[in-house]
């Protein structure tokens, strides 16, 4: 058990690894269906990220969500290539993250099997016709809130993906937490709501979980969200493994 954790910090070196307790995040995960990851990004990484959103050349398309009946508030979709620190952090965090998934899977007799690095993942994608990029940049002002979704889009899944906070809560938003419901079949919904400082990221499950009950495993439905930003601005960095139709 040891050593297959330690193996899986090995494999993302463009990330601190002081910062990584894959452990805690592997047993977080599939306990709660979502793990924190502190101080994954400095303040100043996080303001420039945030500052790329005015910048249309960093972009393939924007997004208005009251719209789509999304909720309120826009995102943009970065088009390829992508910046070097997004680019980074996908290829870094798929390895041990393809690990859990594989995990998962087996666990809820699902016959998909992720392969080592992102690069193949993505090939695979591309060849099914997903080939758009799908890391964005989300930027949300008073009022505004993200519905409790699922990013699918297309046939291939990666069930995990992670979001940054950019801003700083309390300076400068307040309100907006990130949200997740579980539906456990055949019972009612449960919310968890993920505290984020500015720089921390959580890593949580895109559509399904395992969960062990008394008679087996099953899958859990999960959805993230966030909650009505009470005032200011608040950005986050989403980055979803999967390439969209
Ligand atoms: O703004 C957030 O925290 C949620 C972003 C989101 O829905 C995503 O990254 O997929
Ligand atoms: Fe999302």
Redesign the pocket.
């Known amino acids: 058990m040891k050593s297959r954790h330690a193996g899986l910090a090995a494999q993302t070196q463009s990330v601190d690894q002081d910062k990584l307790d894959w452990l805690r995040m592997a047993a977080d995960l599939d306990c709660y269906g979502a793990a924190i990851i502190p101080g994954l990004l400095q303040a100043d990484a996080c303001d420039s990220l945030a500052a790329l959103y005015g910048d249309d050349r960093h972009f393939r398309s924007r997004v208005v969500m009251a719209r789509h009946s999304f909720g309120s508030g826009e995102y943009k979709y970065f088009a390829y290539p992508l910046p070097a620190r997004i680019q980074e952090l996908r290829t870094a965090f798929y390895p041990p993250l393809a690990e859990i998934a594989n995990r998962w899977n087996q666990a809820m007799d699902i016959a998909v099997h992720y392969p080592a690095t992102h690069e193949q993942y993505i090939k695979h994608c591309h060849a099914a016709g997903q080939r758009r990029p799908t890391p ?1 940049l ?1 930027q ?1 002002g008073a009022g505004d809130y ?1 519905c409790l ?1 699922q ?1 699918l889009y297309g046939e291939h899944v990666f069930p995990l ?1 992670m ?1 940054i ?1 950019l801003s700083q809560p309390g300076k400068d938003f307040t309100g907006g937490e ?1 949200v997740l419901t579980e539906q456990r079949p055949r019972m009612q919904s449960r919310a968890e709501v993920v505290p984020l400082e500015q720089g921390d990221a959580v890593v949580f499950a895109v559509h399904h979980r395992p969960m062990q009950g008394t008679r087996g495993t099953y899958r859990v439905m999960m959805r ?3 909650s009505r930003i009470r005032s200011g601005h ?1 950005h ?1 960095l ?3 493994f999967h390439d969209a139709t």
């Open positions: 964005l989300l949300y993200n979704h990013d993906q979001a906070l990130f993230h969200g966030v608040r986050t989403g980055i979803i």
